[in-house]
């Protein structure tokens, strides 16, 4: 399998626990109005609040910034723009493929130029996931602890790293869920 392949694999497992049902519909990780994400949309759950793409994907799906604004708000039902959303399943499908190259460019870059070398294909995953949630920075706390490893880095080394965040010591269970499924995924490719 191709990293493109790979990583779209563990994105469904980890943002949508492998429910393609959800890709084509606004969903809410930390819950309506409660966190401080919004609704969220394909394989790699663009983040309405916190992702310009997500904007961009949307315009280009016809809707107007009436729909933009109530789903910004989370104000309402949706059910009329998730049918919109699941309409237009061709373009959501090009902006997840090229958050997915686009992850993966990003990372193999800046670790590139951080002097960052992955033990295998499994650890460079495990960092486009980390990327993914978190966005990893060129220069950011991330890539200067992998960095300062001064060996390749391993997918534990990811795992150890994201326990230590804030996020690692609210939601252990998450960051295991993620790392676990990410395994299986090299497990089962490897099998295969």
Known sequence: MQLNDLLRQALIKNELGGNMALVYRFS???GVRTGKSGYSFGVAQFDIANNHRAIECLKECGFTDADIARLRTQTGPIGDLNDKLAAHKS???????????????WVRGISKAAGIVYADDEAFIHACDYHNQYDMKAHGKAISYLAKLGRPVT?????????????GKKRPDDVERRYNNIRKLFATSKGA
């Open 28 to 30: 809410d990780a930390d």
């Open 91 to 105: 373009v959501v499908d090009l902006y997840d493929t090229a958050q997915i190259d686009g992850t993966i460019n």
């Open 155 to 167: 997918g534990q080394d990811i795992h150890k790293y994201k326990l230590g965040t804030i996020w």
